[in-house]
């Protein structure tokens, strides 16, 4: 289903091949490269659901510094509608973590506002960063399907969507929810489809995910374990669809292919990650409306 | 193509007609072929040398020389690699025409090796060109024991390998792309077996290559870097005979046999057998994977005059593993028909086509799909060279070539099947050149090549704004020409001899290249599709001026050189940043061109015969690009900028039996992006990457040694055999084929390399029969 995840599976297919057939060995390297001026992230994904939304600031660190990245604190952050409605968010929880007071959704067909002002390279004058967003309308996901199947002597389940594509350029995200929770929140884990191969199709029967089946963990590697899904009969599992803008598209593709580095036969030149923050600021604040189909694992 | 045919009569029949016109020559000519005496295999690159006047020449690749000299009495000498010298008295009153049969000393082990025929290095027109004979190649130490034309030439001055290993070559500082491949005169698009880590070529087949670094002749074109012409034998074997190996990676068997009095024939093949391996294993045995290259070639002698050459070329891979497949395989037809009207006098016509293709296909449950991808060239051509007097010896022709890609096409079931269109292109060109010797120590040739490139529909052409995005569409209907493009490229090279030992050369060429490869990444993947130059693309362009001093020293055992270039090229292409290559309508939109530049030096010092001998190499060079939407318009390196490059390749013969080689090269890392920053985003970290190309990779470097073993060096029988044993990178380097990031849950990222190589040992054993 999804054009660029599909192709990525021939393409991981492909490379399988080439360390079944040479000797390829890894070994740790030193990098050594003048380290850049701090920049400030923010990442922020507001939602349609009724939940507490979030603004995360942190300052970015030498690439192989090994302390975590620094949290951004003190700073005023603000998202608006276009209708004037405004949430102010604070670091009610922990440092760095602005989130709205009580919890607050996104309304659909509304372009939203961020603005965040720190005085982060600390000269004494705040600096102002915005960016915005527009939150879809929501695509009507009809149901999903989980189905068994075997690959290189492995037991998965398909995850099958049944949805209407409208016509035109969309862009869509995909969360998992496993027994109620959301499956890991994080940018690797996020599908993304576009629609360029089946434009104003009904989409059906066409596989966009795969989960392990749970028999065979003891097949997997323990890193390899962290980052899966893995499935037992009786699960509850849940989809949420959402329309995003192509720029949101790009930045999700962007930080999964440069997350691991080069690819000598498949990938590009390394090249930055883009964002659609003002004021030179890295990251992304983006909107989510998710439509949501379940099912249980046979 | 009706028209394209009623081109060529008309050139065909002017020439005859003015082939009258031509008057009479007060030089004599001495002309003829060089042979081997048993198989009556012409010979290329031997030499004959007439002692009295110190001038000679070597054989072109049909085994033809041709010498302009004054009336009198010479001795001459007629000389081969392997072969026994033959010398003698010749009286030239007037034209003659003979042939000379050299007598054969070359078995599996011989002692003597040299690639540039003596000679020609010093006197012949041509800058930076470098040539290898079938038997230098296989001396090389080979990889996994598979001995690759295109691995021996990376050790070439002024040639870089683009990755560890891979078959991607990079001439002067120019991308693998703006290499032309031809093998029998067809165009090799994909030159690699097995992901890029051996080539198509099977060394047994070849008679020799020549690589011509930039200076291509006018007769060539299309290409902005390089010609590497790869030539099969040319056989007339005398007798059945048989060549082969089995290697750890590999099996190849080359037949040859006349097939009556005029017709012979050469067969070779090379498989694969790693897949023999792997039903071995109980994880992979249902898997398939193997490549294999089948080569035929028939000859047929008509007259003394006339020739025709039928070759034919197949070559595939093949990877399967339970109900997905991947293969992707190479054919080159050509059909040459030559012709001598006297011998002075000759042409050839050329059918040739060639296609690459490959197919990825899915049966699995839910993911059955096909994906396939193409790309075709039907050529035909006339060449005629007509050598009249020391003044004008002219080549002239033309040729056209019709492209046919399908940049792919993908079936689902369930949904509409989804393709690229296909794109289609006419290039004609015709060229003409003359070499013109002035005096006895200097010659000039000089050629005009004209090229007209044109786009034909059907096909859709998007028009896009200042941001790269769609913003118009325009369909072409079926044979409608919707863009010309016209290229005059005119090349001018001089050889000035100071001595018979030295001679200083140069050369100012412009080339243009109208197809390219949508690849950006270092290795390149089989799966990288061609496009032409269009509406939204300009042909891409080189202007470059080389020169250099060669000397031979100690009656020709050495042999050295000095060549300086400097290149200049316009609407030389690069890609945006994140750009999708593969399935994607709007390609040209990913597209971003500006200049480029590229410089260097190449030392190199040959030592062609003696017990030790051998080639020892060293290239300082720059490449850089500047392109307004890329590193913010500021220059950076291309991506095979090799500061410094030092090769040696050495060959040394204890005895008959015992024969040793070793390679070592060096490399200055090649210029990547390296990340000096990161940020985190809900515990993950992504890169903030420093300017393009800022940093350098580690140096590479690496020695790979090989002993071959020759039991009976001297016997009398058929059956010669020889056993090689290498080792691959040996004292086992860890050259870093990719540098990625691993990052685990909760920790931080740290870097780490991929190397593909670690000591690899191998041995093969090899036979005649």
Known sequence: MNKKSSYNKYITLILFFIIICMTSCTALIDIKTDDAEARLCIYGMITTNNEYQKITLSSSAPCFDNQPNKKVTGANVVIRDDEGVEWKLCEYTEAGIYTTLEPEFAKANMNYTLEVRCDFNEDGIEELYTAQSYVYGEIELDSMKLEPMNFFNKNYYNALVYVMEPKGKNFYMYRFYLNGLMARDKISDYLITSDEMFDNQYISDISFYNFPNISDIDQYEEEIIENYFFLTSGDYVEIEMSEISNHYYEFIAQCNKEFEGENPMFGGPAANIQTNIKGGAVGYFATFNGSRASCYVP | ?769
């Open chain 2, 1 to 769: 193509m009706g028209k394209v045919v009623l081109s060529y009569i008309l050139v065909a029949l002017s020439v005859f007609s003015s082939q009258k016109l031509y008057s009479q020559v007060k030089e004599i000519i001495l002309s003829g072929k060089i042979i081997d005496s048993q198989t009556g295999e012409s010979l290329e690159g031997a030499t004959i040398y007439l002692e009295e006047i110190s001038k000679g020449t070597t054989s072109n690749h049909k085994g033809e020389y041709q010498l302009s000299v004054e009336s009198g009495e010479y001795n001459f000498i007629v000389s081969y690699v392997g072969y026994e010298n033959l010398k003698g008295n010749i009286l030239l009153n007037k034209n003659l025409k003979k042939d000379f049969l050299l007598k054969g000393n070359i078995e599996l082990s011989e002692v003597v090796v040299t690639s540039t025929a003596s000679r020609d290095n010093i006197t012949a027109p041509i800058v930076g060109t470098e040539r290898l004979s079938s038997l230098e190649i296989k001396r090389i130490p080979a990889m996994m024991g598979e001995v690759d034309v295109i691995k021996a030439i990376q050790l070439l001055p002024g040639v870089q390998s683009t990755s560890d290993g891979g078959s991607g070559f990079s001439v002067r500082g120019s991308a693998p792309d703006q290499n032309l491949i031809l093998f029998d005169n067809s165009t090799i698009y994909n030159a690699s077996h097995l992901l890029g880590i051996f080539s198509v070529f099977n060394n047994d087949i070849i008679n020799g290559i020549d690589l011509y670094k930039g200076d291509i002749p006018v007769k060539y074109g299309g290409r902005l870097a390089s010609l590497l012409d790869i030539r099969t034998k040319n056989n007339m074997p005398k007798r059945f005979s048989a060549t082969g190996g089995i290697g750890l990676i590999s099996s190849r068997l080359t037949i040859e046999s006349p097939l009556g009095e005029k017709t012979s024939i050469l067969l070779g093949g090379r498989r694969s057998y790693a897949d023999l391996f792997l039903k071995m294993t109980e994880d992979y045995k249902d898997n398939s994977l193997y490549f294999y290259d089948l080569n035929a070639k028939i000859t047929h002698r008509f007259t003394s005059k006339d020739r025709l050459e039928l070759s034919a070329y197949m070559g595939k891979d093949m990877f399967g593993a339970d109900t997905q497949e991947f293969n992707y395989k190479n054919t080159a037809l050509s059909a040459i028909y030559s012709h001598n009207f006297s011998a002075d006098f000759y042409s050839s016509i050329t059918a040739s086509y060639s296609d690459y293709s490959y197919g990825i296909y899915s049966g699995m449950q839910n993911y059955e799909m096909s994906w396939e991808a193409s790309i075709s060239d039907y050529n035909l051509k006339a060449d005629f060279t007509n050598n009249i007097s020391s003044l004008w010896n002219i080549s002239y022709g033309a040729s056209s070539t019709f492209h046919k890609f399908r940049p792919g096409l993908v079936c689902q079931p369930g949904i509409n099947d989804y393709k690229i269109e296909n794109n289609l292109s006419f290039e004609y060109s015709a060229y003409i050149s003359n070499e013109q010797t002035i005096s006895d120590k200097f010659t000039l040739k000089y050629g005009l090549r004209f090229t007209s490139f044109s786009n034909v529909g059907k096909g859709t052409v998007y028009s896009y704004d200042n941001n790269y995005e769609v913003s118009d569409s325009v369909i072409h209907k079926k044979g409608d020409v919707y863009n010309t493009y016209y290229a005059w490229e005119p090349r001018l090279a001089f050889v000035w001899q100071l001595s018979d030992n030295n001679s200083i050369k140069g050369s100012i060429v412009h080339n243009e290249q109208f197809i390219q490869l949508a690849n950006n990444s270092a290795a390149g993947s089989p799966m990288d599709i061609w496009f032409a130059a269009g509406k939204n693309i300009k042909p891409q362009k080189v202007d470059m001026i080389s020169g250099g001093y060669f000397q031979n020293f100690n009656d020709d055992m050495y042999e050295a050189s000095a060549e300086i270039y400097y290149k200049r090229m316009t609407n030389v292409i690069d890609f945006a940043d994140h750009a999708e290559l593969m399935l994607n309508k709007y390609l040209d939109g990913e597209i971003r061109s500006g200049k480029g530049k590229a410089y260097g030096l190449e030392l190199m010092l040959r030592k062609n015969s003696g017990k030790l001998n051998g080639f020892i190499n060293y290239t300082i060079s720059r490449s850089e690009r500047t392109i307004a939407e890329i590193n913010n318009g500021k220059t950076y390196l291309a991506p095979f900028d090799k500061t410094h490059c030092f090769n040696i390749a050495a060959n040394f013969e204890l005895s008959p039996k015992h024969m040793f080689s070793a390679t070592w090269v060096y490399a200055t890392g090649m210029p990547t992006t390296y990340p000096v920053g990161r940020f985190e985003i809900n515990g993950e970290y992504f890169p903030i990457y420093s300017a393009r190309n800022e940093y350098r990779r580690p140096d590479y470097h690496r020695l790979d040694l090989s002993y071959t073993y020759t039991p009976k060096p001297n016997t009398e029988k058929r059956y010669k055999g020889e056993w090689v044993f290498s080792v691959f990178n040996a004292y086992g380097q860890k050259n870093p084929w990719t540098i990625s990031y691993i990052q685990k849950e909760g920790g931080t990222p740290y870097a780490e390399m991929v190397y593909l190589f670690g000591v690899l040992p191998s041995v093969t054993y090899n036979f005649k029969f």
